[in-house]
């Protein structure tokens, strides 16, 4: 089952699975707070993307949420916005974040860093052809698949490592989608309806 709060623009919103069992690991898998490349349009990147003023509150709710629920361990992608995110649930919690390099955002090769009006100059439609085709892949970038590749396994062993804990995970925007979609059971070509909003909080029990 998924549903979501109804939430302002500057909260933290929730989306919830639940698998029931009577010895629950819960997983609570976060996007970022807003960027600066968010706010600018601009693909990807990472050098200097961090969080703006509006991230940086998203961030601290979020925290303060997850506070009150309990959070054995902290992973993040690599990413400077994901870490930075993380950093505030960890000041809360008092836990240090793993960092993993898997959990980064999906490569868009040659796209990386441009506008997204640029981007599109270059490769019309370029969002409607990575979602309708999980194995098409911008120039020198990855595909739907090859991020499902790198990240599920490293997911699912994080939850094999944290039986009957809780865990939150920072991690991006396709990176979410596509777990979600994996654990699901929804095609990648439909993983474009799991809306991932900045600082979201997507709650997943396993038994």
């Not at 929730?14 to 010895?23: E, K, Y």
Request: proline share 5%.
């Amino acid at each position: 089952m998924i549903t979501s709060s109804g939430l302002d623009s500057q909260t933290p919103r929730v989306i919830i699975a639940r698998v029931f069992s009577f010895l629950m690991m819960r997983v609570f898998l976060c996007r970022h707070g807003e960027t600066v490349n968010n706010v600018a349009g601009v693909l990807g990147g990472d050098k200097g993307n961090c969080l703006t003023p509006l991230g940086r509150r998203q961030a601290r709710l979020l925290a303060a949420r997850l506070a009150g629920l309990r959070v054995d361990a902290v992973y993040s992608s690599s990413m400077l916005r994901a870490l930075e995110t993380a950093g505030f649930t960890c000041r809360r919690v008092r836990r240090e974040a793993v960092v993993v390099p898997e959990f980064r955002e999906m490569h868009l090769g040659e796209l990386e860093g441009l506008p997204f009006e640029q981007a599109e100059l270059r490769h019309p439609r370029v969002f409607d052809r990575i979602f309708a085709n999980p194995w098409y892949r911008p120039r020198g970038g990855e595909s739907l698949r090859s991020l499902q590749a790198r990240a599920m396994p490293r997911f699912m062993n994080l939850v094999d490592r944290h039986p009957g804990e809780n865990v939150a995970v920072f991690a991006h925007n396709l990176v979410n989608r596509v777990i979600l979609a994996s654990l699901l059971g929804i095609p990648l070509e439909r993983a474009r309806v799991l809306k991932q909003y900045n600082a979201c909080l997507n709650v997943l029990a396993f038994g």
